[in-house]
T-cell receptor, first 109, second 113 residues
Framework: QQQVKQSPQSLIVQKGGISIINCAYE??????FPWYQQFPGKGPALLIA?????SEKKEGRFTISFNKSAKQFSLHIMDSQPGDSATYFC????????FGAGTRLTVKP | NAGVTQTPKFRVLKTGQSMTLLCAQD?????MYWYRQDPGMGLRLIHY???????AKGEVPDGYNVSRLKKQNFLLGLESAAPSQTSVYFC????????????FGQGTRLTVV
């Protein structure tokens, strides 16, 4: 039973475009929602995170939008670059961290 | 800065063999975790530790055991490997639990034949 559902599985975006990845969660007790970025052959690395008391967090070209009532949150990558090509995982945590299945993003030059 | 180091990076086991994966962190973190990563399933927590001498079960603990005898090390053991345990294993650590940044190792690719 997957507690965090992520979509889409894969995404192709042109350079300069906006990449949007969505996640939905079930447990309303989750209190921390990070996004991790993973390059091939590497471990995941924290990209940006949000807590449920705010609706949006922006760091550079990366923005998390959080909708507590809908139990959904999303990652927006503005001005997507080929270097952003990676797999992105959303996660939600309370006592342990539950990850989504991942989205493979390809940014075409 | 080493961060989180996993040993070995690759391993092939025969069904029924045992092995231990070692995770070492040099950030003085209290919390350590073992995840497995399978295609289409994201990362699933196997076991974790909230401090030296403590361990707890995660989402998929069956077939694995762990030990945290020293704060900097977290060992993952497979007593009798099965093909279903073919996966990429990641160790991670964090300073204050799952609501703070987790730092991941580079992974161990394990194949059980």
């Amino acid at each position: 039973q997957q507690q965090v559902k992520q979509s889409p599985q894969s995404l192709i975006v042109q350079k300069g475009g906006i990449s949007i990845i969505n996640c939905a969660y079930e447990n309303t007790a989750f209190d921390y929602f990070p996004w991790y970025q993973q390059f091939p052959g590497k471990g995941p690395a924290l990209l940006i995170a949000i807590r449920p008391d705010v609706s949006e967090k922006k760091e550079g070209r990366f923005t998390i939008s959080f909708n507590k009532s809908a139990k959904q949150f999303s990652l927006h990558i503005m001005d997507s670059q080929p270097g952003d090509s990676a797999t992105y995982f959303c996660a939600a945590s309370l006592h342990d961290m539950r990850f989504g299945a991942g989205t493979r993003l390809t940014v075409k030059p | 800065n080493a961060g989180v180091t996993q040993t070995p990076k690759f391993r092939v086991l025969k069904t029924g063999q045992s092995m231990t994966l070692l995770c070492a962190q040099d950030m003085n973190h209290e919390y350590m975790y073992w995840y497995r990563q399978d295609p289409g399933m994201g990362l699933r927590l196997i076991h974790y530790s909230v401090g030296e001498g403590t361990t707890a079960k995660g989402e998929v603990p069956d077939g694995y055991n762990v030990s945290r005898l020293k704060k900097q090390n977290f060992l993952l053991g497979l007593e009798s490997a099965a093909p279903s345990q073919t996966s990429v294993y990641f160790c991670a650590s964090s300073s204050q639990g799952t609501d703070t940044e987790a730092f991941f190792g580079q992974g161990t690719r394990l194949t059980v034949v």
